[in-house]
T-cell receptor, first 115, second 112 residues
Framework: DVKVTQSSRYLVKRTGEKVFLECVQD?????MFWYRQDPGLGLRLIYF???????EKGDIPEGYSVSREKKERFSLILESASTNQTSMYLC??????????????FGPGTRLTVL | GQQLNQSPQSMFIQEGEDVSMNCTSS?????WLWYKQDPGEGPVLLIA?????ELTSNGRLTAQFGITRKDSFLNISASIPSDVGIYFC????????????FGGGTRVLVKP
């Protein structure tokens, strides 16, 4: 079974703090994704990566950065957290090849609250 | 970004009922995926469809990849209380690269 884990289920941070959200997958997937999910807005793609050290902006990259130093790990960084970044953050991964290419598997989510 | 048209937005179920939801798009997709999300959790993949016309079951769940490649439906038979949650469809097209396009979700609730 594909397993995607996220470092924290719940986080509370203060405005201006630097926040790191970590995601690890154990299926040797090439692609990894970060989304945020807000009521009424659905899933919105922040950044994705298709290889180590590679990253691409999604639909809402402003205020975020990412890091992919190892294939299994994809980090989302909030350089200076703001209250409008309070949200549910979801990590996902997918393979590039084979029949199940581009089928994304999600982690359990991190509920971030910025005070 | 683009979103798939998923309907209904919400529905009430009574134990034992069959329920159905669908997704439509103006674009062609090569893959259709159905996920379920429980409150406070991440989406869990229920069924993946890779060929037009494909009909796939997973327990009491059945999903079909529309022959036009522009739609998909999910049926839940003999619903039970733990079927409550939000169901999302997602589609992938080669033109979109690695990214998925998501539906807005169908919220399934239990009739009081």
């Amino acid at each position: 079974d594909v397993k995607v884990t996220q470092s924290s289920r719940y986080l509370v941070k203060r405005t201006g703090e630097k926040v790191f959200l970590e995601c690890v997958q154990d299926m040797d997937h090439e692609n990894m994704f970060w989304y945020r999910q807000d009521p009424g807005l659905g899933l919105r793609l922040i950044y994705f990566s298709y290889d180590v050290k590679m990253k691409e902006k999604g639909d809402i990259p402003e205020g975020y950065s990412v890091s992919r130093e190892k294939k299994e790990r994809f980090s989302l960084i909030l350089e200076s957290a703001s209250t409008n970044q309070t949200s549910m953050y979801l990590c996902a991964s997918s393979t590039l090849t084979g029949e199940r290419a581009d089928t994304q598997y999600f982690g359990p989510g991190t509920r971030l609250t910025v005070l | 970004g683009q979103q798939l048209n998923q309907s209904p937005q919400s529905m009430f179920i009574q134990e034992g009922e069959d329920v159905s939801m669908n997704c439509t798009s103006s674009s062609i997709f090569n893959t259709w995926l159905w996920y379920k999300q429980d409150p406070g959790e991440g989406p869990v993949l229920l069924i993946a469809l890779y060929k037009a016309g494909e009909l796939t079951s997973n327990g009491r769940l059945t999903a079909q990849f529309g022959i036009t490649r522009k739609d998909s439906f999910l049926n839940i038979s003999a619903s039970i209380p733990s079927d409550v949650g939000i169901y999302f469809c997602a589609g992938h097209s080669r033109a979109a690269g690695n990214k998925l396009t998501f539906g807005g979700g169908t919220r399934v609730l239990v009739k009081p």
